[in-house]
Nanobody, 113 residues
Framework: QMVESGGGLVQPGGSLRLSCEVS????????WAWYRQGPGKERDMVAR???????YYVPSVKGRFTISKDRAESTVNLQMNSLKPEDTAVYYC?????????WGQGTRVTVSS
C-alpha cells in the first residue's frame, strides 16, 4: 500500500507538492502514476512516469503539474502549480496499470478561495 502526503487547502493559483513513498524494490520496475478522484467523479490518471523517466500528462494539467521520481528518497512526486478549483480531489499514486492492493488512503487537495 502506498503512502501519499502533501495535500492541503490552497487558494487558486497556488502550489502544492505531493509525495508518495514507494518501496525501493519496485520503484524502478514499474511505470508510476498519480491518479485523482474529484467529488462525484471516477478516479482518473493525471500524470505518469516510466522507469526511463518518460512522462505523460493529461491535457488538463499539462504545463502545470510535474511528475518526478526521487531515487534517493524512493518517492514519486507531483509538483502542482497554478492550481484551479477543478483540481480539487483526493490524489493517489499507484503503478500503471494500478494494482488494487496498492491503493493507499490518498492525500486530499482542496483548491478554494
Amino acid at each position: 500500500q502506498m503512502v501519499e502526503s502533501g495535500g492541503g487547502l490552497v487558494q487558486p493559483g497556488g502550489s502544492l507538492r505531493l509525495s508518495c513513498e514507494v518501496s525501493r524494490l519496485i520503484l524502478n520496475i514499474n511505470t508510476w502514476a498519480w491518479y485523482r478522484q474529484g467529488p462525484g467523479k471516477e478516479r482518473d490518471m493525471v500524470a505518469r512516469i516510466t522507469n526511463e523517466d518518460i512522462t505523460y500528462y493529461v491535457p488538463s494539467v499539462k504545463g502545470r503539474f510535474t511528475i518526478s521520481k526521487d531515487r534517493a528518497e524512493s518517492t514519486v512526486n507531483l509538483q502542482m502549480n497554478s492550481l484551479k478549483p477543478e483540481d480539487t480531489a483526493v490524489y493517489y499514486c499507484n503503478a500503471v496499470p494500478p494494482y488494487d492492493a496498492w491503493w493507499g488512503q490518498g492525500t486530499r487537495v482542496t483548491v478554494s478561495s
